[in-house]
């Protein structure tokens, strides 16, 4: 059977218009406009906003369920889950957001992760990996070059944030505890010659054969990642969609 999963993805710089972000307002619940409004600045809130008013519009079109009707809870690390109403279809998501971009995977019965990263910032990427990266990962990025290793990192980053949210646990779990193999052919993540980024484990009682991941760059200077719990060799299909203000797919 095969499986599938849907990216869908936004950027909120481009929602201004007050009348839209009212209707975004209308769609959220109780608890979410509460959390939105204890943010402190004002890009975090309009970020919040958007994230949930995707989130709830993206999962109707799964199910004939109004987007304010979704009631979600979360696990003990904070990952979120769909709650109800109680003719909700077993629908998974997972959200991610950084700078400029907003990032929700749905997909039937299947464990998801998604992290998007902005490239463009200004980290000290080596420092980053000898402290979190497992030995493996760390001795493959070192033989980079140094303008190798600025998109390596990322690469790594959200392939290891990915899967740890896709097993609902987040970086709690440790990152160092299982190690990506990346294609090292020099190709972009979009090269279709590409190999898949292929996981391993130490010290995790999980199967690497269970797993398959995917990247993408949704734009220039954006990189994604996603984690899919469907066993590597099955067919899979993935949508990558962008969605504009309105909320509609583009």
Same mark, same amino acid.
């Given at each position: ?7 869908? +993805?936004? %950027? ?26 204890? %943010? ?16 709830? @519009? ?30 909700? !279809? ?50 493959? %990025?070192?033989?980079? &070059? ?16 990915? +899967? ?27 090269? !279709? ?7 391993? %484990? ?13 990247? +993408? @760059?949704? &734009? ?31």
């Amino acid at each position: 059977m095969l499986a599938h999963a849907d990216v869908w +993805y936004m %950027f909120p710089d481009a929602i201004r218009d007050p009348e839209l972000l009212n209707d975004y307002w209308n769609i959220l619940s109780n608890d979410e406009i509460s959390r939105c409004e204890r %943010f402190c600045f004002d890009r975090d809130r309009h970020r919040h906003l958007v994230t949930w008013a995707l989130a709830r @519009t993206m999962l109707s079109s799964y199910a004939d369920i109004s987007p304010k009707a979704w009631e979600f809870g979360n696990n003990q690390h904070g990952r979120p889950h769909i709650s109800g109403p109680v003719s909700a !279809p077993n629908l998974r998501f997972n959200l991610s957001h950084t700078s400029n971009l907003i990032a929700c995977i749905v997909a039937p019965e299947l464990d998801v992760g998604i992290d998007v990263e902005d490239c463009r910032r200004n980290i000290s990427g080596p420092a980053i990996a000898r402290r979190y990266f497992s030995a493996r990962e760390v001795a493959a %990025f070192e033989r980079l &070059t140094k303008n190798e290793q600025a998109a390596a990192f990322f690469e790594y980053w959200t392939l290891k944030e990915a +899967y740890v949210k896709a097993v609902g646990r987040g970086i709690s779990l440790g990152l160092a505890r299982f190690s990506f193999e990346l294609d090292d052919r020099g190709l972009r993540v979009d090269d !279709p010659e590409r190999r898949p980024a292929r996981i391993s %484990f130490d010290g995790l009682n999980e199967d690497p054969a269970a797993w398959q991941f995917a990247q +993408y @760059t949704p &734009t220039p200077h954006h990189a994604m990642a996603i984690a899919i719990r469907c066993g590597v060799g099955k067919d899979l299909e993935i949508h990558l969609k962008e969605v504009g203000p309105n909320l509609e797919s583009c």
